[in-house]
């Protein structure tokens, strides 16, 4: 199977599939051909009789061999690596969990996330806006923490990260209406 064949049957770019076969200890695709077995004449004991073409089986076996055990390290090594990338990118998240008066929603966040990104899952699910809301956590001393900031909201999920948590609670509480105060004196 041709490189380029290899690549869109195993749904990879050709520089990927070139490093996959190094890792794997393939110096190129496709490996180099067992040499093959030429055709031979049997001989013909009648005279009448047209020659017939006999293939050394055996040798193309082992070439078919070669060719279906390579795709299947590729597929293989393909696989392991679209594995290892989910792993690497599951490592890259944390998943929180907003309780909101009766209701919990659940999603995911990269570690790299911002407050304006924790707010717009907020908002997508539960319909409340940014400014209508407070979101705290409980650190490690179980005191609530307010998160106001992008710097906040980092040093919530490395606290998280820190004692080996993948999943962070937080509390989404409503910001009390500011009523009419009277400043006369």
Known sequence: MRRNDAAVELRVSISALKRICWDYGIGRWPPRNVKKVPFQLLPVENQGQTPQLSVDLLSNQALASVNHSSKEIMGTAVREKITRKSAFQD?????????????????????????????????????????????????????????????????????????????IGVLLELKQPVTNLNLAH
Do not use: W
Not at 133 to 142: A, C, G, L, R, V
């Open 91 to 167: 490592a890259e998240m944390v998943t929180i969990r907003a309780k909101f008066e009766n209701n919990t929603i659940k999603f995911r966040l990269s570690l790299s996330s911002r407050l304006v990104e924790l707010q717009e899952e907020v908002t997508k699910r539960l319909n409340l806006e940014p400014k209508d809301y407070y979101i705290k956590y409980k650190d490690e001393e179980d005191e609530l923490i307010l998160i106001t900031c992008d710097d906040d909201l980092q040093d919530c999920i490395h606290s998280f990260r820190f004692l080996g948590n993948t999943s």
